[in-house]
Nanobody
Framework: QVQLVESGGGLVQPGGSLRLSCAAS????????MGWYRQAPGKQRELVAS???????IYADSVKGRFTISRDNAKTMVYLQMNSLKPEDTAVYYC?????????????WGQGTQVTVSS
């Protein structure tokens, strides 16, 4: 099992920056694929970025060049650095952990944190 606790959301002006954090715990948390998803009102939840234990990353086209996902050496913390924020980035952001071999059986979500980009 993996437990996830998120923090870092808030209100920011267009062009500003925020850093989201996700604390992961559990005996096998270090091998899980970690990801950030977001869900805007009236829209489906979408993948923003993900990172594997070995460091391989994936980004949505809409955030490439602006967002960066990372994890610490102990792999207990996952971060999403968000720069040059746009109003369309407004959403609830969720941390996710998925087992690299059995994601259907072992898949966990954080509680979500609100990010609002507005002038």
């Amino acid at each position: 099992q993996v437990q996830l606790v998120e923090s870092g959301g808030g209100l920011v002006q267009p062009g500003g920056s925020l850093r989201l954090s996700c604390a992961a715990s559990g005996s096998s948390a270090s091998i899980y694929v970690m990801g950030w998803y977001r869900q805007a009102p009236g829209k489906q939840r979408e993948l923003v970025a993900s990172i594997r234990s070995g460091g391989t990353t994936i980004y949505a086209d809409s955030v490439k060049g602006r967002f960066t996902i990372s994890r610490d050496n102990a792999k207990t913390m996952v971060y999403l650095q968000m720069n040059s924020l746009k109003p369309e980035d407004t959403a609830v952001y969720y941390c996710n952990a998925a087992h690299p071999v059995f994601p259907g059986r072992n898949n966990y979500w954080g509680q979500g944190t609100q990010v609002t980009v507005s002038s």
